[in-house]
């Protein structure tokens, strides 16, 4: 499948909570996760090299409209529910049409397995 809208989004965990945010992030893509979702091609998760509590995710999708179906479910409003107590301010968006690139293969498999 081919992602025609991604995002990425950028979050500054409590200070010294970063290990924390990755980790209910990665949740997402567990064999229950909300990232099971077909539509999703991409996720990511990734932290700054300078800055350990600043966590980033990128996102890929098939259709702007599965993402907002996938977001406005209960089980990502729950995680987001969960995610806010670790976050401090307000988490930055930039929306991205993806035109390519490549992904590693296991990237996702060991983030799942994890």
Not at 2 to 31: I, N, Q, W
Not at 81 to 94: C, K, S
Request: net charge neutral; aromatic share 6%.
């Amino acid at each position: 499948m081919k992602a025609t809208f991604g995002f990425r989004a950028t979050m500054t965990a409590a200070p010294g909570r970063g290990d924390e945010l990755v980790a209910l992030l990665l949740t997402a893509v567990s064999d229950t996760g909300l990232v099971t979702n077909k539509d999703c091609v991409l996720y990511r998760v990734g932290r700054s090299a300078s800055n350990p509590d600043v966590v980033h995710v990128t996102e890929g999708w098939t259709t702007k409209e599965a993402h907002a179906a996938n977001f406005s479910s209960l089980r990502s409003q729950a995680l987001i529910a969960r995610l806010a107590p670790l976050v401090t301010g307000e988490a930055q968006y930039q929306d991205e049409v993806p035109v390519g690139g490549t992904l590693e293969a296991g990237a996702v498999a060991l983030a799942r397995s994890a």
